[in-house]
Nanobody, 127 residues
């Protein structure tokens, strides 16, 4: 299984930005990489996913326009750019990977599709 390591979390004020990084031990040409988050007392929710095969993306409606997913295949990395952060974005953010040739959106909707997970990075948005 691919090994994943997240970085880039921290404490920011509302309206500020962060870029999270997900570094992988290796990317095959057909991975779907996803970003998920879980706040205390809440269920894990999907944020965004990307296919390393064709670059297709899925972004959940609640963060569309504020969060952007991107990739750097040469460096086996996927990023989550988060702008205009709000206190409700406070959560532990994790990246996950699954080897799949299926379309991004149906795979992305369910965390159980993903077999490899990083340890997560904490994002706290507070004034």
């Amino acid at each position: 299984q691919v090994q994943l390591v997240e970085s880039g979390g921290g404490l920011v004020q509302p309206g500020e930005s962060l870029r999270l990084s997900c570094s992988a031990s290796a990317f095959a040409d057909y991975y779907i990489i996803g970003w998920f988050r879980q706040a205390p007392g809440k269920e894990r929710e999907v944020i965004s996913c990307l296919s390393t095969r064709d670059g297709s993306e899925y972004v959940v409606e609640s963060v569309k326009g504020r969060f952007t997913i991107s990739r750097d295949n040469a460096n086996n990395a996927v990023y989550l750019e988060m702008n205009s952060l709000k206190p409700e974005d406070t959560a532990k953010y994790s990246c996950a990977a699954v080897a799949s040739i299926h379309s991004v959106e149906p795979m992305c909707r369910y965390a159980w599709n993903f077999g490899s997970w990083g340890q997560g990075t904490q994002v706290t948005v507070s004034s």
